[in-house]
């Protein structure tokens, strides 16, 4: 709710919904790092062949992850040309500050999941903010 708030002031809204991880890249999942590793050579490559910088990414500017999503992007049609539809990515999203002095956990950390099949949606609700509560 905070980003929500943040963003839109006067309407802030949260959307809660059910999502079935079928065909996902899922990362929370270490086996999915050493095929992606693979793949990865194989974007950068793409981009060196054509003399293009691949997409930065500048947290201080934009909370956009534009190097991600062009990766994931291309990693997915990879395996779709390979005869394996990738639906979801679920992930981790390191950002804030460390909860206190030399935490490894950070205030705004979060999983992101895209959702490249709509149908893995199972339900969905909007959330209501409580007055005095924090949270989502």
Known sequence: MQWATQQHPQHPAVIRATIQLENCIDLLD??????????????????????????KQNPTLSKAHRLDCAFFNYATELLRSQGQEMEAIRAIFVEGE????????????????????????KGNCSTQRKQGFQGV
């Open 98 to 121: 460390n909860m206190f002095p030399s935490s490894a956990i950070f205030d705004l950390a979060h999983i992101q999941i895209a959702v490249k099949n709509t149908a893995l949606i």
């Open 30 to 55: 270490i086996k999915w790092f050493p095929p992606l590793k693979i793949v990865y050579n194989s974007f950068r490559e793409g981009y060196q062949r054509f003399e293009r910088p691949l997409p």
